[in-house]
């Protein structure tokens, strides 16, 4: 059970825009999916959910990469990285969106993380922005698109985690 002194929030609060809305039930499909993709570290999950080029940005930089063998590639070292943290699983914990036009929707996503620390639980949450791109011929969309709105260094030794933690 999570305890309020487990969880480690994001420095800054958010407030959903005033057009948010919940996801569309292709959206909630699409977001449990790539969930599971993240929880299991699953290069075939997430790389599906990211269109063949993509920006990432957040506090320390921005990249614009490939959805490519390099990006299927970098999946054993996060793995690796998060599991000597202690990792134990990911969880979406909200999700509001705002539909831009007929393809392309805002996603604010609230992330879960839970780790485990000296036999306890430490719960990291964070929040992620995508922007989602749906063509007509595409089942479902893809992410053009992340932002990161903390530094995952900051917000992992806030929890005691990390390096310092």
Known sequence: MMRPADLVAS???????RDAAAPSDALSRFFSRYAQGVRTFDPAIVTAAYAESYVSASPVGCVCARNDAAFREAFAPWRARFEALGFRTADIRSVRTTTLDDH???????????FERAGEPVDVCFDETYL???CDDQAMPRIVL?????SEEETLRAAGLGAGG
């Open 132 to 134: 989602l791109h749906q």
């Open 146 to 150: 992340s932002i990161s709105h903390t």
């Open 11 to 17: 420095p800054r609060a958010y407030a959903p825009p």
């Open 104 to 114: 392309l929707t805002l996603a604010r996503v609230g992330w879960l993380m839970r």
